[in-house]
Each structure stands twice: as C-alpha cells, then as structure tokens.
C-alpha cells in the first residue's frame, strides 16, 4: 500500500495561497505550518513591539515594525518565515525587490532586528532560523524562551527563562544570554531600558496572594 507525499510548495505559489486576515503560516522546507501562539506568547511578543516602537518614535530612527512580513533565506525557495516582531530599515527597505509587491523580505541589509518569540517548536527558533538568518546576514537576532522550553543547552542547568540575543560579528552570530533582571544591550536599541524579566512577564506584576 503506498501513501501520497505531501506536494512542497515553493514561496510563490505560499504568497498566492496565503489567506488574508485568516491567521498566520510560515512555510517551512516546502510545507505550510499553521501558527497558533498561546495567550502569553502573544503578550510578550506585543510587548516588545510596543517597547520597539517607543524607541522608534522617540529617537526618530529610521526604522519601522510591518504588521505582516515575510523573510525568505538566501538559499533556499521552499521556505518563508513570519518573524514575531521584525524591524526594517526605511534607508534600504525600497532596494528590497519582493517588499512592495510581497511583503517579503530577501536582503539582510534590509532588516535592523528580529524577535521570535519560542514556541513548542523551538528548534525552529534556535537551530534553523537561527542558521538562515544569519546567512542572510540579519544584524540582531533575539531569541526569547520565557517558558524555557528549549534543551538545557540554550536555557540552562537547571532551565530558567532565557533571552538569548545574537549579534552578527564578521558574519558569524555571537550570543550573549539575559535572565531574571539582567539589562538587555541591544546593538539596535542601546538606550532602551528593558530587563529580561520585564520581557518574560510583558511587564506584567506579580500576582499578590
């Protein structure tokens, strides 16, 4: 008995597919995932928009957060990603070939930041994005795994909610990790006041008894 394979779909045929207003898909090798964050995810990745466009605002950079974007890698067309939060460089966002008929990213130049937020799926978040976005030459990458769901090698022994933000040095990620109330340092923001915990928790109080 044989069983049909699922039939890849290259970029292309993902944007005309793509549903507008009617959730959120990445295409990941050929195959469309349907994203479906929790409550808190969705907190926290809001929370670093809003804080990001303070920023933004206040310092008059010339940087913008898209409501939809999608990022190809440079090396492959079965794959589109929907970063959680991206910042794009006005200066060089109009050299991008596929921005303005696409909302699709293909140049690293063209992009200050990139937030994914983890999710259960955090390979994803760690070893395959990680590895695109970097040849694709992404300048800051933030990792944020406020659940710790992520191997003890990325979150620590014992896990702890970890922000691990890299930061593209001769083309090659650095990381450097913040927990608890460690200040984040920020290449693209580095006057944004802004500990891990408040990431984690998007500013959220703690709950009284």
């Known amino acids: 008995m044989t069983q049909a394979l699922p039939q890849l779909m290259n970029l292309d045929e993902f944007l005309d597919w793509y549903p507008n207003g009617e959730g959120r898909y990445e295409l990941i090798d050929g195959l469309i995932v349907e994203m479906q964050p929790t409550g808190q995810h ?5 929370f670093i928009d809003a804080r990001f466009s303070v920023e933004i605002e206040c310092l008059k950079l010339p940087y913008f957060i898209p409501r939809d974007c999608v990022v190809k890698p440079i090396d492959t067309n ?7 939060v991206i910042v794009l460089d006005e200066t060089t966002i109009d050299d991008d ?21 983890v999710s259960t799926n955090w390979r994803d978040d760690y070893l395959k994005k990680l590895a695109d976005y970097e040849a694709l030459g992404i300048p800051e990458y933030w990792v944020v795994d406020y659940a710790a769901l992520g ?14 933000l ?24 580095p006057e944004i006041h802004l500990t891990a915990e408040q990431v984690f ?4 109080p703690a709950p009284t008894n």
Do not use: M, N
Not at 151 to 164: C, H, I, N, V
Not at 166 to 189: A, K, N
């Open 78 to 84: 079965r794959s589109g990603y929907q970063p959680d």
């Open 42 to 46: 969705s907190e926290v990745s809001g």
């Open 151 to 164: 191997a003890s090698r990325y979150t620590g022994q014992p896990k702890q909610p970890t922000l691990s």
């Open 97 to 117: 070939p596929l921005w303005e008929p696409r909302s699709t990213i293909t140049q690293g130049r063209s992009v200050r930041l990139i937030v994914e937020v």
């Open 166 to 189: 890299f930061t593209l040095v001769d083309g090659e990620y650095q990381v450097s990790q913040f927990h608890q109330s460690d200040p984040i340092l920020s290449p693209t923001f």
């Open 201 to 204: 928790t998007a500013s959220r």
